[in-house]
């Protein structure tokens, strides 16, 4: 787009985003004559597979339980069982 000679408004417009987005995929290019994202490292997990399974064991018993019951239950962090 920007080679049919479309300025960066222009080109936020067409495809929807913001110009500082439209600015980042222009200097991703430039830089390396393509837009794949950067491999990106895991966070390390908070929860154990035992975790996990007793989680989902908890879930298939009760459907209807929140995850603050659950947590209060388990006494598992309530961000590993929204994650899970």
Same mark, same amino acid.
């Given at each position: 787009?920007?080679? %049919?000679? $479309?300025?960066?408004?222009?080109? &936020? ?10 600015? $980042?995929? $222009? ?6 004559? @393509? #837009?794949? +994202? #950067?491999?990106r490292? +895991?966070?390390?997990? #908070?929860?154990t597979?035992? +975790?996990?399974?007793?989680?989902? %064991? &908890? ?6 339980? @929140? &995850? ?5 239950? $388990?006494?598992? +962090?309530?961000? &590993?069982?929204? @994650? @899970?």
């Amino acid at each position: 787009m920007r080679n %049919a000679g $479309l300025s960066v408004s222009q080109i &936020a417009r067409e495809m929807g985003v913001s110009r500082p987005i439209v600015r $980042l995929w $222009l200097k991703r290019y430039e830089e390396s004559e @393509n #837009l794949r +994202d #950067l491999p990106r490292m +895991d966070r390390p997990r #908070l929860i154990t597979a035992e +975790d996990t399974e007793r989680i989902l %064991a &908890a879930i298939t018993e009760h459907p209807f339980t @929140n &995850a603050v019951e659950v947590k209060t239950r $388990l006494q598992v +962090d309530i961000s &590993a069982i929204k @994650n @899970n």
